[in-house]
């Protein structure tokens, strides 16, 4: 092998040991303030009932969303192409759904349940919950199913019902 060959060749590993450095930093969940607005339509979070939703992305601001089925809808977008540091949703089985504060978990670890009773602030929603007796007693309780993360398909969170969808207009 020649010099020319070998620093050729070291140089392409150290750019591709570099490139694995290129981690996205640690991210924690950030708590909703008064003023904190749904990257989807600009409501106020503090203001509405249901478990809220955060995205951190491996570069830019977090997005938040007043609804698990927003953050779902654009999660599942197959057109999505920014990088994904971390999802988190409030746990439901550790906060009040009419008004909850805090106890944010990882959205990929959470059990939803679909179908219940239970409205979010857009309307039907998936209730997260940290453990999976906690989403079965919900089910029980309100009607509907239990979900796992990877469970969730882009035709259960459509967000383009409403007006277009409603014959009595």
């Known amino acids: 092998m020649t010099l020319r060959t070998t620093l050729a060749l070291a140089a392409l590993l150290a750019g591709l040991?570099?490139?694995?450095?290129?981690r996205p930093a640690q991210?924690?969940?950030?708590?909703i303030k008064q003023d904190t607005a749904c990257a989807l339509d600009g409501m106020l979070l503090a203001d509405y009932p249901g478990a809220k939703a955060q995205i951190h992305y491996a570069q830019g601001e977090p997005e938040?969303?007043?609804?698990t089925v927003e953050m779902f809808s654009l999660y599942l977008k197959p057109e999505q192409a920014r990088r994904i540091a971390a999802l988190y949703v409030q746990d439901m089985g550790e906060t009040d759904i009419k008004a909850p504060k805090g106890h944010w978990i990882d959205?990929?670890?959470a059990f939803y349940v679909q179908g219940s009773s239970q409205q979010?602030?857009?309307g039907p929603t998936l209730v997260p919950f940290?453990?999976?007796?906690?989403a079965e007693a919900f089910a029980q309780q309100y009607g509907g199913k239990v979900l796992a993360f990877a469970d969730v398909k882009p035709e259960m969170?459509?967000?383009?019902?409403?007006?277009?969808?409603d014959s009595h207009m």
């Open 107 to 109: 959205a990929r670890q």
């Open 157 to 165: 969170v459509r967000l383009d019902g409403g007006a277009l969808h």
């Open 130 to 134: 940290g453990q999976r007796a906690k």
């Open 64 to 67: 938040f969303f007043c609804d």
């Open 27 to 31: 991210t924690t969940p950030l708590e």
């Open 17 to 22: 040991a570099a490139c694995q450095d290129e």
């Open 120 to 122: 979010g602030s857009m």
